[in-house]
């Protein structure tokens, strides 16, 4: 059974830190792209970053770009992200995603509220 479980999510100021974390079984998670999405209240899904399968490469999305860090543990079957400078914009429900080829899962997701 394939699991995506995220966690790490919660209230946060502006210009704190959080760290997802999201961990996978029932697949072989070292031969997945491992993504972050995010979905704001009233928008689309947006990719965030995502990390090739050793770690090697990795990609931002411009509005979080020199903030946000994407890495992986393959002894774990674990994804992270760590997000510092956090804005009021970067809220959002955040969820974990798997890909390789035509095959693709998803986490349920975990809720991230910037707010003073």
């Known amino acids: 059974q394939v699991q995506l479980v995220e966690s790490g999510g919660g209230l946060v100021q502006p210009g704190g830190s959080l760290r997802l974390s999201c961990a996978a079984s029932g697949f072989t998670f070292s031969r997945f792209v491992m993504s972050w999405y995010r979905q704001a209240p009233g928008k689309e899904r947006e990719l965030v970053a995502y990390?090739?399968?050793?770690?090697?490469?990795?990609y931002y999305a411009d509005p979080v770009k020199g903030r946000f860090t994407i890495s992986r543990d393959n002894a774990k079957n674990m994804v992270l992200l760590q997000m510092n400078s956090l804005k009021p914009e970067d809220t959002a429900v955040y969820y974990c995603?798997?890909?390789?080829?035509?095959?693709?899962?998803w986490g349920q997701g975990t809720p991230v509220t910037v707010s003073s």
């Open positions: 990390i090739s399968p050793t770690g090697t490469t990795t």
């Open positions: 995603n798997g890909g390789l080829g035509s095959t693709v899962y």
